[in-house]
């Protein structure tokens, strides 16, 4: 298939991307700049945010990964992070002609929920503008399949971990990118909201990419999916901390900041993706995501 990748040169899009190529595909990258592409991706530049520079197509499919992702940016920004992620998303869905769409969405859109593991059932009430922002560009998706223009296919992930092909996840808004700098001496400590025992669970990006080739694969015209895709495994952040030393070898030093009102566990349940798609995590064990993030950390020097 012929595919287009918004975001292909980010965290995950270059994960996407390179798991396209490797599936056979012919991909196009969509980014402002034409660097931090992976291998066999053809960097096509343009911005969302003016659809008379996109490129029209026709594709086969089209992933769309391009977005503003940080939850607390969102609450100073929140018309940005709607512009962004939602005109954004817009203006692809009439600019670019594609039959199928794999839309990358988040558990942000569930709020917190107190039924854990989450379904897909569970009911949406994002409780941030990012949330927010990501369910409505969900909706504009969803509805513009249910008219048969397009077969979309909506993944809501969790916490993407990990490295591929050397690339550190570079946001250290993140719990596991920030604790490895502070091992790699980048930062003088972490610090933690609260007591540490929030659980979160973690899905490595190369298994985030796999779904999202599976996904693009299975989708057909006129219908529209949702998927949860995530590990199910929770992980206490004290429990993140204790094995990121373990795995360096170096101390972690943290320092307490009040409790923020967030959910306590946060946990997906993935078996509608596993069922709809086949599809299961197969490098999402906490040791591998911390050990190939600190190689790639320490490869990179900075």
Known sequence: MRVLVTGAAGYIGYAVGRRLVAAGHDVDGLVRRSAGVPDGVRPVHGDLLDPDGL?????????????????????????????????????????????????????AVYGTPERQPIPESESTAPSSPYGASKLAAEQAVRFHARTGAIGAVVLRTFNVAGSVDGRADPDETRLIPKALAVAAGHAPHLEINGDGR????????????????????TARPGEERVYNVGSGIGTAVHEVVAAVEE???????????????????????????????????ERSSLPEIIAGSWNALTRTGD
């Open 55 to 107: 490129p029209g197509g026709p594709y086969d499919g089209v992933c769309h990964l391009a977005a503003l992702t940080r939850v607390r940016e969102s609450f100073d920004a929140p018309l940005r992070y709607f512009t962004a992620n939602v005109q954004g998303t817009v203006n692809l869905l009439q600019s670019v002609r594609a039959e199928r769409v794999v839309f990358g969405s988040t558990a």
């Open 247 to 281: 795995t360096t070898g170096r101390a972690v030093p943290t320092i307490r900041r009040p409790a923020r009102p967030e959910a306590p566990v946060l946990i997906c349940d993935a078996s509608a993706v596993r069922a709809g798609l086949g599809w299961r995590p």
């Open 198 to 217: 929030a659980v979160r669970e973690y899905l490595h990006v190369d298994d985030l990419a796999a779904a999202y080739v599976r996904a693009l694969e």
